[in-house]
């Protein structure tokens, strides 16, 4: 069984498309998050909630939006993507605090033409 | 940046041989954990130790943690094909701070 599940895997679209990826866990977790690892391997967290509440908001721009339906599902959306948002996306879960053994998702490989 | 730093950047080494990847951070810290990525993959997590052990042993994992010098080995021993991988330290504040990795590679 899948512990932490992203859709899509891969996901190339156009400048100035809007485009949501998710993420749902099975594992029973309070806290998920988002992280983004660029082309030389730097993962930096983007975002984080805990019970479906936002409790960590990194520098990221506007144009990037969680959203928690509930706590086994953490969702990204992002309007008119530019070529730098091309990364992989990935998505985390730990039982409760932050500090704690975090457990990732397969990952989502956004390429923007 | 508040980013850890990993040296080597990129190991490469026989299998049977033991690979060493240190790690340096620079604020204080509760835990500092190591993972693992295969190319292509999610992040795995090794190993957690807390701010007042010293040593930890997982299997062939060796981890060890001098918080006077802010920093942090991962020794594997007897490494094999399959422990090619990226290796990240990440320690925690308000959230997990990654370190830039290092890339091992062992040939059979």
């Known amino acids: 069984d899948t512990a932490v599940s992203q859709t899509p895997k891969y996901l190339v679209t156009q400048m100035g498309n809007d485009k949501s990826i998710k993420c749902e866990q099975n594992?029973?977790?309070?806290?998920m998050y988002w992280y983004k690892q660029d082309s030389k391997k730097f993962l930096k967290i983007m975002f984080s909630y805990n019970n479906k509440e936002l409790i960590i908001n990194e520098t990221v721009p506007n144009r990037f939006s969680p959203k928690s339906p509930d706590k086994a599902h953490l969702n990204l959306h992002i309007n008119s993507l530019e070529l730098g948002d091309s990364a992989v996306y990935f998505c985390?879960?730990?039982?409760?605090?932050?500090?704690?053994?975090?457990?990732f998702g397969p990952g989502t490989r956004l390429l923007v033409l | 940046s508040q980013q850890g730093e990993e040296d080597p950047q990129a190991l490469s080494i026989q299998e049977g041989e033991n690979a060493t990847m240190n790690c340096s951070y620079k604020?204080?810290?509760?835990?500092l954990q190591w993972y693992r990525q295969n190319s292509g993959r999610g992040l795995v997590h090794l190993i957690l130790i807390r701010s007042n052990e010293r040593e930890k042993h997982s299997g062939r994992l060796r981890v060890t943690l001098d918080t006077s010098k802010k920093s942090s080995s991962l020794l594997i021993t007897a490494s094999r094909a399959a422990d090619t991988a990226s290796y990240f330290c990440?320690?925690?504040?308000?959230?997990?701070?990654f370190g830039t990795g290092t890339r091992l590679q062992v040939f059979p």
């Open positions: 594992l029973g977790h309070d806290t």
């Open positions: 985390a879960s730990s039982q409760e605090a932050v500090q704690e053994t975090q457990y």
């Open positions: 604020t204080s810290i509760n835990n």
């Open positions: 990440a320690t925690d504040a308000d959230k997990l701070i």
